[in-house]
C-alpha cells in the first residue's frame, strides 16, 4: 500500500491504472478504522481491480467545533489496518492540500438534506459532506464508490449529487456492521465509557421494536414513533429525532407502507449517536 498526500500524484497513479484498464474502487472515509470501514474496504477490493481509501477528517461537516477537535484520529493505526485489507492506495490529503487558501466553492444538494441530519446539525453539515465527496471523486475518479447504510441520510444524499451533476462513478451502498449487542459500530464509540457504551444499545433497541410493531401490523407511523421514543426515554436516551421515513426519498409518512426507513439520533454521554433499519411491511 502507498500512503498519498497530494491531488496531483494521486491523478498520476489512478491515471496509469486506468490506462491499463483497471477498475478503481473508492472508500472515503474519516479515518479510525472499524469493522464497518473494513467491510467497505473489502467489497472494494471484490469489486474492482485498484482499491483506494481517503482518511480525511473533513473540518467543514463538522457543526460542533468539539466534536471535530475531539474526534479520534491515529494515521499510523489506520495504515496498518488498510494496509491487512490489501487496500492499493490511502489517500491522506492535509487540510490545506484539501481546502487552500482561496477555496470558496461549496456543492450542495436541496430537500432531503433539510431533514434529520440537516435539520438537527444545520445545512453546513450536509454541504461540507457534498463538497468534499465532489473533490475527493473529482481528484480519485473512481468507477465505483462505497458508502455504509449506517449514514443512510448520507448515502441518498451522495447518490442526489452523483446524479443531479452526472458525476462518471456508481455509487454502491453496504450494509450497517454492528457489534455482537447490536450497537452501530461508529468511529465515535470510542468515546463512550462503560455506563455510556450499556445505554448507547437504546438506540438499536427502539429500532428494534419499531421493527417488531410493524411486523406486528401496525401501520400508524406515530404510534411506531411514539413508541420508539418511549422505549428511548425509558433508558434514559432521549431521542434527537425518532423518524419514520420514505426509504428512497425520507418523504413523511402517516402510514407504512412498502419499504420505510427508521432512522434515530440521540445524545450519549460525550457523543451524538445515529443508526437507522431499513423495513417492509409485509
Ligand atoms: P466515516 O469515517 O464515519 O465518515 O465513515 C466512512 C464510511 O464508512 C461512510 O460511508 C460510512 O457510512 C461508513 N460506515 C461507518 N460506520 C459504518 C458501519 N457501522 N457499517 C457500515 N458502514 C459504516
Not at 30 to 36: I, T, V
Not at 86 to 100: I, K, N, Q, R, T
Not at 178 to 188: H, N, P, Q, T, V
Amino acid at each position: 500500500m502507498i500512503t498519498i498526500r497530494s491531488i496531483a500524484e494521486l491523478r498520476e497513479r489512478l491515471d496509469d491504472d486506468r490506462r491499463v484498464g483497471r477498475t478503481i474502487g473508492f472508500v472515503p472515509t474519516m479515518g479510525w478504522f472499524h469493522e464497518g470501514h473494513l467491510s467497505l474496504m473489502r467489497r472494494a477490493r471484490m469489486t474492482c481491480d485498484v482499491t483506494v481509501v481517503s482518511l480525511f477528517v473533513n473540518p467543514i461537516q463538522f457543526n460542533d467545533q468539539k466534536d471535530l477537535a475531539a474526534y479520534p484520529r491515529d494515521e499510523a493505526r489506520d495504515s496498518r489496518m488498510a494496509a491487512g485489507e490489501g487496500v492499493d492506495v490511502l489517500f491522506a490529503p492535509s487540510v490545506d492540500e484539501m481546502y487552500p487558501s482561496g477555496f470558496d466553492t461549496a456543492v450542495a444538494v436541496g430537500g432531503i438534506t433539510e431533514i434529520l441530519e440537516g435539520a438537527s446539525r444545520g445545512a453546513a453539515h450536509f454541504r461540507g459532506v457534498t463538497t468534499v465527496v465532489a473533490k475527493l471523486l473529482n481528484a480519485a475518479q473512481p468507477h465505483v464508490a462505497f458508502f455504509g447504510q449506517k449514514d443512510a441520510q448520507q448515502a441518498l444524499v451522495i447518490r442526489s449529487m452523483v446524479r443531479d451533476l452526472a458525476f462518471p462513478v456508481r455509487v454502491e451502498v453496504c450494509p450497517t456492521v454492528r457489534e455482537a449487542d447490536g450497537l452501530a459500530m461508529s468511529s465515535r464509540n470510542v468515546r463512550l465509557d462503560a455506563a455510556d457504551r450499556m445505554r448507547a444499545l437504546a438506540l438499536h433497541g427502539a429500532l428494534r421494536e419499531a421493527e417488531r410493531l410493524i411486523a406486528a401490523g401496525e401501520r400508524e407511523t406515530q404510534r411506531v414513533v411514539e413508541a420508539g421514543t418511549a422505549f428511548m426515554r425509558e433508558a434514559n436516551v432521549p431521542p434527537e429525532y425518532f423518524a419514520v421515513v420514505g426509504a428512497n426519498d425520507l418523504a413523511p409518512l402517516d402510514r407504512v407502507v412498502g419499504e420505510v426507513l427508521i432512522a434515530v439520533a440521540a445524545p450519549v454521554g460525550p457523543v451524538r449517536l445515529i443508526d437507522n433499519l431499513l423495513v417492509r411491511a409485509p
